[in-house]
Nanobody, 128 residues
Framework: QVNLLESGGGLVQAGGSLRLSCAAS????????MTWFRQVPGKERTFVAA?????????YSDSVKGRFTISKESATANTVYLQMNLLQPEDTALYYC????????????????????WGQGTQVTVSS
């Protein structure tokens, strides 16, 4: 079991940037894929970005590719970041961090049912 705590959300104008953090604890963190999802009221939670264990592979949804970057400082670091640039109003959502032991590949990372641990979420609001 991995415990996850997100932070870094807030209100920003269109075109601005935010960096979200996900602090993880637990015995299996170092063996886990870490992923960001987002959700707006009334809609399903959707995939944003994933980072496989060891930080070797990264996956992004088409809507954020080229604007968002998922990272961690080292293979064993316990905090994962989501750097969000060129934010747009449609990026407004509650952003969740999630993890699962092992690696995902490509579109398998998009399936929220894959993940066994979730944080409480951090709100990102982008004004036009």
């Amino acid at each position: 079991q991995v415990n996850l705590l997100e932070s870094g959300g807030g209100l920003v104008q269109a075109g601005g940037s935010l960096r979200l953090s996900c602090a993880a604890s637990g015995r299996t963190f170092s063996r886990s894929t870490m992923t960001w999802f987002r959700q707006v009221p009334g809609k399903e939670r959707t995939f944003v970005a994933a980072l496989t264990r060891g930080g070797t592979d990264k996956y992004y949804s088409d809507s954020v590719k080229g604007r968002f970057t998922i990272s961690k400082e080292s293979a064993t670091a316990n905090t994962v970041y989501l750097q969000m640039n060129l934010l747009q109003p449609e990026d407004t959502a509650l952003y969740y961090c999630a993890s699962v032991v092992g690696d995902c590949r490509g579109t398998s990372c998009w399936d929220r049912r894959l993940y066994t641990s979730w944080g409480q979420g951090t709100q990102v609001t982008v004004s036009s």
